[in-house]
């Protein structure tokens, strides 16, 4: 017995002190996250000394502007929810471009709209888009395929105020302006979007927002004297002054009055004269919006932009996104505005004159 205890005690070191000698496993590294600087990260610099956020960028994401309540009341999603959401929606495009097989073709007597019903009720802002009279099939929707990563975080909405909402109106403050879908006085009431113009649901800015669709892409050129955006959707130019002053002759030029400077790697923007017809949430008299823009990584530039209007709200809110690597503009043309216009407004005339009591200026 004392043989068998001094073999198992003698067994016992010997495991102990070959357990001691095997060097302690050093804890698994994280994943790379591009949302994320890196230890130790500097922004690459241009010829000219600049931070470099040169190049090709896009913002489409499933993440909305505001937060959609029905789906989540959390500002940020844990990874697993964040992936759920990205499965349900590629199965609901799928469904809803699926084509009907030829056999049932002369069967199909209605268009089955569930599927884009489920993805309208994932993002209700695409009631306009795919869910409303004309409105696009689900197959020209590009809006992305990933909830929006920002700092780590799966984020619910672009906006970052608590509810993900823009925060209500002062009261007193003067009613939004007129144009819309509904508006159809002449020509001049008309979106220039619709009209083919200019870029529509904010692409072109400020603030610079994924209108859901498709074409979120975007160019930025840089140079000593001015940072130059490129959007895609309409192919508007945007040009930052760099260390210039606000213009003084009243004028406000479509996507208003830009100048910018450095703030060590971030690019400050600082935008006023809005012109009415590219009012934020019914703000533009006073506007002013001050978007930054950070490279956090070789392959994401960091978005945060602040607007604020006395007028209009008590305080300044804003909203923060990731942009992501894009291949490059691609043509984008689009002319049904131009011809379709006569037709809108001789519409609009003859359903004023076939209502009773119906007045001027839409349809009633």
């Given at each position: 017995m004392r043989h068998a205890l001094a073999l198992a005690f003698g067994t016992a070191l010997c495991l102990a002190g070959a357990a001691a000698a095997e060097p302690a496993k050093a804890p698994a590294a994280k994943a790379y996250d591009p949302s994320v600087s890196p230890p130790g990260w500097k922004a690459p610099r241009t010829a000219f000394g600049q931070p470099d956020l040169s190049g090709y960028w896009t913002n489409a994401s499933l993440t909305p502007i505001t937060r959609n309540t029905r789906l989540t009341n959390k500002s940020v999603l844990t990874e697993a929810e964040a992936i759920a959401q990205e499965k349900t929606w590629a199965e609901a495009v799928s469904e809803a471009n699926a084509e009907t097989p030829k056999d049932e073709l002369d069967k199909v007597t209605t268009v089955d709209k569930s599927n884009e019903r489920k993805i309208v009720g994932l993002r209700p802002d695409f009631q306009f888009a795919g869910g409303d009279v004309g409105g696009y099939n689900t197959f020209w929707l590009d809006p992305g395929s990933h909830i929006m990563k920002v700092g780590g975080e799966y984020r619910t909405a672009i906006i970052t105020t608590p509810n993900g909402q823009p925060?209500?109106?002062?009261?007193?403050?003067?009613?939004?302006?007129?144009?819309?879908?509904?508006?159809?006085?002449?020509?001049?009431?008309?979106?220039?979007?619709?009209?083919?113009?200019?870029?529509?649901?904010?692409?072109?800015?400020?603030?610079?927002?994924?209108?859901?669709?498709?074409?979120?892409?975007?160019?930025?050129?840089?140079?000593?004297?001015?940072?130059?955006?490129?959007?895609?959707?309409?192919?508007?130019?945007?040009?930052?002054?760099?260390?210039?002053?606000?213009?003084?002759?009243?004028?406000?030029?479509?996507?208003?009055?830009?100048?910018?400077?450095?703030?060590?790697?971030?690019?400050?923007?600082?935008?006023?004269?809005?012109?009415?017809?590219?009012?934020?949430?019914?703000?533009?008299?006073?506007?002013?919006?001050?978007?930054?823009?950070?490279?956090?990584?070789?392959?994401?530039?960091?978005?945060?932009?602040?607007?604020?209007?006395?007028?209009?709200?008590?305080?300044?809110?804003?909203?923060?996104?990731?942009?992501?690597?894009?291949?490059?503009?691609?043509?984008y043309a689009c002319h049904e505005g131009n011809y379709s216009l006569p037709g809108i407004l001789a519409g609009a005339r003859a359903a004023e004159k076939a209502s009773a009591g119906g007045k001027p200026g839409g349809v009633h």
């Open positions: 925060p209500p109106r002062k009261p007193g403050a003067p009613p939004a302006p007129g144009f819309g879908r509904d508006v159809y006085d002449s020509y001049e009431t008309r979106s220039t979007g619709e009209r083919c113009i200019t870029s529509f649901g904010r692409n072109a800015g400020p603030p610079m927002l994924s209108n859901g669709y498709y074409n979120n892409g975007y160019q930025i050129v840089q140079t000593p004297e001015a940072v130059v955006i490129h959007v895609e959707l309409i192919h508007e130019i945007r040009v930052v002054r760099l260390n210039d002053k606000h213009r003084t002759d009243g004028l406000r030029p479509a996507m208003g009055d830009s100048i910018g400077w450095w703030d060590g790697d971030t690019l400050v923007v600082e935008t006023t004269n809005l012109p009415e017809r590219d009012n934020f949430f019914g703000a533009w008299k006073n506007l002013k919006v001050t978007e930054r823009f950070t490279r956090v990584s070789k392959e994401q530039v960091n978005y945060k932009f602040t607007v604020e209007d006395p007028d209009v709200w008590d305080a300044p809110w804003g909203g923060e996104y990731n942009f992501s690597p894009y291949k490059g503009i691609y043509e």
